[in-house]
């Protein structure tokens, strides 16, 4: 022991801790044939005085577990770990670690060796202040960036051929192709403008040439088109005005409704006979062909009388409240608007409920000459994606749907959602609407339509 080169070096150090670079156990055991590094301390009494050294010899291979991603990289672009002391002696080498090279042929690849041909290598250090430990990673330049230049050899390459192909295709093509491309270019552009020309077709049978032949065809279409939809759509609007129009004999209903009445009376039930005077009420506002004088006053009324006539049936246990501006009131509007609105939100607010319902209409005049209502209830409401479901169907104005048609009994079915949104858009136009928007308690719908004066 006292022979070894690394114990000098651990006895001349000023240090009271030293590390040594990798040697071999022979000094305590001639058959193993094992390489560690050993760490002196220098151990001193009270009095600073010397008093020995304690020896711990270690596996260099444990100082680092070499992880997967590590060796993965290492294996393709051959990179390598050392670690040495402060005086350049080995104590660790990942190839060693991975059973790639022996011991002595690591003595022999010395880090400073790569140091001295660094245009070959890319060399990472990092060293320890206290300990003057040195780690190093080197990775070959070659390896490193060879499929970096070969991707921008053939990158070039194909570039280079990708650029030459379409030079050439271009000069054979333009003549060919770009003159009539423009001009159908410049058709198109005025055809955008409502300006519907004829492109003169060319000689040529070739794509453009049926190109161009659709073209004409296509703008002779739509000239036909807007002609047609033009008058049918005129059709179509007052076809679906007169289709929903009742098809009820008005004046023999109100006669027969007025018999129950009397005969109500002389038997003396009162009830009965105010729900059919209300009932008449609204049958003669919903039925009435004077649209000219009809306002938002006549459909709150109707509303109103609604709301009576639901509280005679179940025993007062519908409030609406009425918070519409006058300038509002006195505005015309199309029929049974509200009405449907309520009836819905009894059908579904008040459905398995026991308690009473309340209502409550707003009416407000923007300052674009709109008017908002909301008809807003405290009811069982409903759920975001419900509400958005029924909101889409109503915007797409799609075929009538369960969720927005009210079924009542004996197969009476009541105007529903759907025929106000889609009688607004008729009567109004597309800027103006119906939808439902949910709240905290209960649901609301909102109307959107036109302040309109009444003559």
């Not at 400073?112 to 890319?122: E, T, V, W």
């Not at 333009?174 to 001009?183: F, L």
């Not at 038997?267 to 609204?282: I, P, R």
Request: proline share 2%; with cysteine; aromatic share 6%.
């Amino acid at each position: 022991l006292l022979e070894q080169q690394w114990l000098s070096q651990i006895r001349n150090s000023k240090e009271n801790l030293t590390l040594t670079a990798v040697h071999d156990c022979s000094y305590y055991d001639r058959n193993q044939d094992a390489i560690v590094f050993t760490v002196g301390r220098k151990i001193h009494n009270r009095d600073g005085g010397y008093m020995g050294m304690l020896l711990i010899d270690l596996d260099p291979s444990g100082l680092i577990t070499l992880s997967d991603g590590f060796l993965l990289a290492r294996n393709q672009y051959n990179i390598k770990i050392s670690i040495t002391d402060a005086q350049n002696g080995v104590l660790y080498d990942s190839d060693v670690a991975s059973g790639r090279i022996s011991w002595s042929e690591a003595m022999e690849e010395d880090v400073l060796l790569f140091q001295k041909n660094a245009q070959d290598y890319i060399i990472l250090n990092s060293e320890t202040k206290r300990a003057g430990l040195n780690v190093y990673a080197v990775i070959p330049r070659s390896d490193l960036l060879f499929k970096i230049s070969r991707i921008e050899y053939v990158t070039i390459l194909c570039v280079f051929v990708c650029v030459a192909a379409v030079m050439v295709i271009s000069l054979l093509m333009s003549r060919t192709i770009t003159s009539p491309i423009r001009r159908l270019q410049k058709r198109m552009r005025q055809m955008e403008e409502g300006e519907y020309k004829i492109l003169e077709k060319g000689t040529t049978n070739d794509e453009i040439g049926s190109l161009i032949a659709s073209y004409n065809h296509m703008v002779t279409k739509i000239k036909n088109l807007i002609e047609e939809v033009y008058v049918g759509e005129i059709k179509q609007k007052n076809a679906k005005l007169l289709a929903l129009q009742t098809q009820i004999n008005p004046h023999m209903l109100y006669n027969t409704l007025e018999s129950i009445r009397m005969k109500a009376l002389r038997s003396g039930a009162d009830e009965v006979a105010e729900m059919v005077k209300l009932l008449a009420k609204m049958f003669r506002a919903a039925l009435s062909e004077q649209t000219q004088s009809h306002k938002i006053r006549d459909e709150i009324e109707y509303a109103q009388a609604y709301i009576r006539l639901q509280n005679l049936r179940f025993r007062d246990m519908f409030f609406l409240q009425v918070e519409v501006e006058e300038q509002v009131q006195d505005s015309g509007v199309i029929s049974m608007i509200l009405q449907p609105v309520i009836e819905n939100s009894i059908e579904h607010g008040f459905k398995g409920r026991r308690v009473p319902l309340h209502i409550v209409l707003t009416g407000r005049l923007k300052e674009n000459g709109t008017i908002m209502l909301q008809i807003c209830d405290d009811g069982k409401g409903i759920s975001s994606e419900k509400t958005k479901e029924v909101n889409r169907r109503l915007e797409e104005n799609v075929c009538r749907q369960p969720e927005l048609v009210e079924e009542q009994e004996e197969g009476r079915t009541s105007i529903g959602l759907r025929n106000i949104a889609e009688r607004i858009k008729l009567q109004y136009g597309d800027a103006y609407y119906l939808r439902l928007f949910a709240r905290e308690e209960g649901a609301g719908v909102e109307i959107c339509i036109p302040w309109r004066e009444t003559r």
